[in-house]
């Protein structure tokens, strides 16, 4: 089903992200993925190992021991201008778009031309989810009233002192589409540092959706299918005003 | 209905400017602790966002700077100059800059010539860039193999960009 594409002028979007993680690779596929930077460099000319560590400590009859591994699992790769970012790693992949952001259609193609490229080097894998995250950062006058521009926030009794100087709030709530199938969106908000007079809520939404093992085709069905309900969501979370700011 | 605070970071920096002492030596201030708040929440997702990973960085670079702007004179027992509020206020537009444009430094630390430098480090390639209390601004590049490459700016935004993109060019080349 075609969605209708969602565009404001003033995007708030800071980063999107398309990830999908996959049951562990073996080691030996490393060597393949060393093949990457040529085969990017054009488009991607920086790129950085990615190393995953792990730090034991144990408390035993015998004293303490603590032992610290690291193992290399994959690269990062970024654009010339930082603006777009991919990691093909041993449990997956991610492609990162930073401000600013386009629309869907070309965020999607890119994810997707750079995972056939993945899944090219890597073989065969068994995908375990995939997840599309929104981060955005809404600028609005401060001091100011969080109702006049979200729609979900903080409720407080009016015994509260009513003044917020920070908080962070993070909701869970299970999703059940029809084609995306069932997941979790995870919504965050929090304040970050701002210019004077301001104040930049943080709106990160992250949508994760399970999908064993699923072919290629199923899997970006439904990814595609996500950006309904991510535009649902995003839209339904502002007030008219916002929206007004961003247009 | 909650209504928002306003967070200005010039504020605070205004604020520690003109209360140095007892700033100094408060380690909880509500300004630190807000920012070890953003840093705490921000931390369990910085590894897989860029955006939020820049923003953490950029929170603990503004928290060293703030500690710099209330050194006392002498700070370093060597008869340092303290961090002069120009100089502070400079630094402070710089990485706001660099916040903007993802490419911060790794590191923020006072001047023993009196002002404040930011680092960039990769591998065995330095970038420097000195906001020093006498006006001048040095940009130092240099490595372990060429001689260095030392430039005077000014102030003006354009010397930022043409700092922020030698800097950049230099460090992230291959």
New interface residues.
């Given amino acids: 089903m075609a969605t209708e594409p969602l565009h404001f002028e003033k995007a708030p979007i ?2 999107a ?1 398309i ?1 999908v993680q996959v049951h562990d690779l073996s080691t030996s596929i490393l060597e393949d993925l060393r093949t990457l930077p040529e085969r990017v460099k054009s488009s991607y000319p ?1 790129h950085a190992e990615l190393h995953e560590s792990e730090f034991v400590g144990q408390v035993g009859p015998q004293g303490p021991k603590a032992s610290a591994h690291q193992k290399l699992i994959g690269f990062q790769f970024q654009s010339t201008d ?1 603006k777009q ?1 991919f990691q093909a790693r041993l449990n997956g992949f ?1 492609f ?1 778009r ?2 600013p952001y386009e629309s869907w259609a070309p965020f999607r193609n890119e994810a997707f031309r750079l995972w056939n490229l993945y899944r090219e080097i890597v073989g065969p894998v068994k995908t375990v989810n995939f997840s599309i ?1 929104y ?1 955005n950062a809404l600028v ?1 006058p ?6 006049d521009y979200l729609t979900v ?4 009794p009016p015994e509260f002192p ?5 908080y ?1 709030m993070r909701i869970e709530l299970p999703l059940d589409d029809q084609t995306s199938g069932e997941g979790l969106v995870t919504i ?1 908000q ?10 930049s ?1 943080l709106l ?1 939404n992250y949508f994760l959706y399970a999908a064993f093992g699923v072919p290629d085709d199923v899997l970006w069905k439904k990814i595609d299918a996500v950006q309904a309900v991510k535009n649902r969501l995003f839209l339904a979370a502002m007030t008219p005003e916002m929206k007004k700011r961003i247009s | 209905m909650p209504a928002i605070a306003s967070f200005d970071t010039a504020y605070l920096a205004k604020r520690r400017l003109t209360s140095r002492s007892r700033e100094l030596t408060a380690p909880t201030s509500s300004s630190r602790k807000v920012f070890a708040f953003f840093g705490g929440l921000i931390a369990e997702d910085r590894s897989t966002s860029k955006f939020l990973q820049v923003e953490r960085e950029y929170q603990e670079l503004w928290t060293s700077l703030e500690l710099y702007a209330n050194l006392a004179n002498n700070w370093d027992s060597y008869g340092a100059e303290k961090p002069s509020r120009a100089s502070v206020e400079a630094t402070a537009e710089i990485l706001g800059r660099l916040r903007e444009e993802l490419f911060l430094p790794n590191r923020v630390v006072p001047s023993s010539e009196g002002g404040i430098a930011v680092y960039f480090n990769k591998d065995n390639k330095t970038g420097y860039l000195e906001y020093r209390n006498s006006g001048d601004v040095i940009l130092a590049m240099y490595d372990n193999q060429n001689d260095p490459s030392i430039i005077e700016l000014t102030r003006t935004d354009a010397d930022k960009s043409k700092a922020i993109s030698l800097i950049r060019s230099y460090i992230t080349e291959d």
């Fill in positions: 800071r980063e992200i990830a920086q930082s970012i991610s990162h930073l401000a995250r981060i609005v401060a001091p100011g009233k969080l109702e926030f903080p409720q407080m009513q003044m917020v100087r920070n962070h965050t929090t304040l970050l540092p701002s210019e004077p007079g301001t104040a809520i990160d």
